[in-house]
């Protein structure tokens, strides 16, 4: 069985502060993990994937999350956040090799970003 | 440029009537899927299909349809059947070939039942 939960349903950073949304997982397999971007009224964008090979994953506009498999857990975090960081964030969990039908979205994080 | 396309964007419906969501692919993938979208949930699966002329039910299947007769394109009807039809649906696809599980959303359709 497996199941994804997402800690924070809204964070709000200011511009040019460090983001951390947190994810931990729960997985019987060996985890496929992602990280996906919603901006308002747009479809998801994949900014990050792990699959077992390094547990430091880096990913699209300066956003990078690390897989601990001792806290199972996979946060996503940035050093500096934009403004056109603002949007939804989803962690996804699924089993390295399974089915992409088989994935489970997370409940999602808005980020806020004040200028 | 390779993407997914969804229309229409925004949809209105009176109870009762059958509605239809065209999803439209030239990523050359076999794969489709249907999501739903509400506020403060995940994303749940509907309907998906791996190969044409097949398609299997997802998480919440019941009161929607779906057809494959084409490998670029899977529309969603949403029945009236279905109870609480307003949601934000997303049409996805990906290249299951490859193992990576990585999906390609397209930008959604806002069904609003009046």
């Known amino acids: 069985a497996q199941s994804v939960t997402q800690l924070d349903s809204h964070v709000s950073v200011s511009e040019g502060t460090p983001v951390l949304l947190r994810c931990n997982y729960s997985s019987s397999y060996s985890p496929s993990l992602f990280w996906y971007v919603q901006h308002p009224n747009k479809g998801l964008q994949l900014l990050l994937k792990?699959?077992?090979?390094?547990?430091l994953v880096k990913g699209i506009n300066g956003f990078e999350a690390e897989f601990k498999k001792s806290e199972t857990s996979f946060h996503l975090t940035k050093p500096s956040a934009h403004m056109s960081d603002a949007a939804e964030y989803f962690c996804?969990?699924?089993?390295?090799?399974?089915?992409?039908?088989?994935?489970?979205f997370g409940t999602g994080t808005l980020l806020a970003v004040q200028p | 440029d390779g993407g997914i396309t969804q229309s229409p964007k925004y949809l209105f419906r009176k109870e009762g009537q059958n509605v239809t969501l065209s999803c439209e692919q030239n990523?050359?993938?076999?794969?489709m899927y249907w999501y739903r979208q509400d506020p403060g949930q995940g994303l749940r699966l509907i309907y998906y299909?791996?190969?044409?002329?097949?398609?299997q039910k997802g998480d919440i299947a019941e009161g929607y349809s779906v057809s494959r007769e084409k490998k670029e394109s899977f529309p969603l009807t949403v029945t009236s059947a279905q109870k609480n039809p307003t949601a934000f649906y997303l049409c996805?696809?990906?290249?299951?070939?490859?193992?990576?599980?990585?999906?390609?959303f397209g930008a959604g359709s806002r069904l609003t039942v009046l």
């Open positions: 996804v969990v699924g089993k390295t090799g399974g089915a992409t039908n088989k994935l489970i």
């Open positions: 299909s791996q190969i044409v002329n097949d398609f």
């Open positions: 792990y699959t077992s090979a390094a547990t």
């Open positions: 990523l050359n993938h076999d794969a």
């Open positions: 996805a696809s990906s290249n299951d070939n490859s193992g990576a599980n990585v999906l390609t």
